[in-house]
């Protein structure tokens, strides 16, 4: 049983991994869309400041994933790995469709989804942080749209008299600032939930460890109140890694499909965007990084005109963000039945 949850942590790092590479768009499409950086550029900087939250952040996200969830008496190591298989089919099939869905959304939606297999509807703890992560599905896209239509009109108001050359040349440097600023956030948030599924395997899991030594110790947990050192650095490693192989696809949707941008719109989205992940990571609540800087793209664009847009872009990403949720819990309920079936019941 100890080599299955061994397995099961390297697959919850693949899953990080996916992410970083699925969701590298979020952090970077709009400074390749404006051809500030170079994609490979983009993606090492991207990458750099992804890491960056292994040594400057919080581990709020991690413990509400790992325990806000789910019903703690139900998560075994088949639950952990079935949520693990609903949240990668699902981000493989929307990268290979180029659409910017949430890795947050659906490994949340797999956990779940694997946890009601097991336990039915009666698994899922319906409280605080279940609120606060639907609520986030609106919200967060409506704050990130908020913030950067506020900073757009402010920025244009105030550099009015400055010429257009001279205003790229502003904001092209300031993008390596919003972007790094977005990237640190993106790592925040996005790998904390990855924390949080492994911090949940090894509660649920640590009377296979108790009595271990050597480095097998180390995979103790007893509680969910902290999240070991090692777990934080291979999260954060493994989404850098991703970042920096990139969704080439997704970044071509996000970073000049939804709306056209210059150096001063990527700023203002990045900034937007970053703000409200700041301010969400540190609230303990796993919003989705692909919701909030769309929104903020639609943001800058909607400050010159609506029709500058593509809303039919727009709206079949809000569908790929509504059903997210339920088509990796759908996956998950079948991988967590198979697993069942093959391994049985640790």
């Not at 990080?16 to 768009?25: E, K, L």
């Not at 609520?135 to 900073?151: K, Q, R, T």
């Not at 402010?154 to 008299?161: E, G, K, P």
């Amino acid at each position: 049983m100890i080599t299955y949850v061994l397995i099961i942590i390297v697959i919850a790092f693949i899953f990080d991994f996916i992410n970083g590479f699925h969701d590298s768009a979020n952090s970077i499409a709009t400074i390749v869309g404006t051809r500030v950086l170079s994609p490979l550029a983009a993606v090492a900087w991207a990458a750099l400041f992804n890491f960056f939250g292994a040594f400057v952040g919080t581990t709020a996200v991690a413990k509400a994933v790992s325990s806000g969830f789910v019903v703690q008496d139900v998560v075994d190591a088949n639950v952990i790995l079935g949520g693990l298989l609903g949240a990668i089919i699902w981000d493989l099939i929307t990268w290979w469709k180029a659409i910017p869905t949430s890795s947050s959304h659906a490994i949340i939606g797999g956990f779940a989804g694997a946890a009601i297999a097991k336990g039915g509807i009666e698994a899922l703890l319906w409280g605080t942080k279940w609120k606060q992560t639907l609520s986030a599905i609106v919200l967060s896209p409506l704050f990130g749209a908020l913030m950067a239509f506020i900073l757009m009109v402010i920025i244009l108001n105030i550099f009015v008299r400055f010429t257009p050359s001279k205003n790229d040349k502003i904001f092209r440097r300031g993008q390596l600032l919003s972007s790094a600023f977005l990237s640190y956030t993106h790592g925040q948030n996005d790998a904390q939930k990855t924390m949080g599924i492994i911090v949940g395997l090894l509660v649920a899991t640590q009377s296979y460890f108790a009595n271990e030594t050597g480095w097998l110790r180390h995979l103790y947990l007893p509680n969910h109140d902290t999240v070991p050192y090692w777990v934080e650095l291979g999260a954060y490693t493994m989404i850098s890694l991703g970042t920096a192989l990139g969704g080439w696809r997704i970044i071509h949707t996000m970073g000049s499909r939804v709306t056209r941008l210059k150096p001063v719109g990527g700023f203002c989205a990045e900034t937007g965007a970053a703000v409200v992940l700041f301010i969400t990571s540190r609230l303990g609540i796993p919003v989705s990084t692909t919701h909030t800087i769309t929104g903020a793209i639609v943001g800058v664009g909607a400050t010159n005109r609506l029709s500058s847009v593509r809303w039919s872009l727009a709206r079949r990403i809000v569908w790929a963000w509504v059903i997210t949720i339920p088509a990796a819990a759908i996956i998950a309920m079948i991988s967590y039945k198979i697993l069942a079936a093959v391994i049985g019941t640790p």
